[in-house]
């Protein structure tokens, strides 16, 4: 995406941890710590620090409230994916209405055969211009589906990583 949109400002680094929420926001914070001491990083802060987390579905992370709360503590935003990536990128391409688990989601991006690969890969291209800005009408719609709601592992389907992506793209 930063290539794509030329950003001049903006670093996105897709970090070696995946898998358990809790890893993830612990990679975060030892990198967010860790600013300005590397080389390349000499007399930058970060402003804001994400991380994408899947809730999963049928059963949600058992990290996730830790990870959920250890941001909040370091100030580190996440965008949330219930029940994974997966609907962010079926968000591109079709509405998503009833209750999706994380191999139903990856079933239908399969279906598409047209940008995703079944082993996480997908083809970005399909993923820019008129197909990003569906993306982010069709969470908005699910946003306010799940209002009132609290926690992420009870709303399904459910992301609001349109957030994260309407933050990156205001800084063009």
Known sequence: MRRRQRFSNVSIEVGPDHGEPSKLVKAARK???????????????YDEVWCVVD???????????????????CGIHVAYANPCFELWLLLH???????LSTDG??????????????????NAAHFFGDPQREAIKRAERLH????????????????????????????E
């Open 55 to 73: 809730v999963e579905a049928p059963r949600a992370h058992d990290s996730l409230d830790e990870a959920m709360s250890l941001a909040r503590e």
């Open 93 to 99: 391409q079709q509405d998503i209405g009833g209750y």
């Open 105 to 122: 989601a990856m079933d239908k991006m399969k279906k598409l055969k047209c940008c995703y690969t079944g082993s996480k890969d997908f």
């Open 144 to 171: 306010g589906r799940h209002k009132g709601t609290a926690h992420p592992r009870d709303r399904n389907p459910w992301t609001d990583i349109h957030l994260l992506v309407r933050r990156l793209l205001d800084q």
């Open 31 to 45: 990198r967010m710590g860790a600013a300005g001491g590397r080389r390349r990083d000499q007399g930058t802060e």
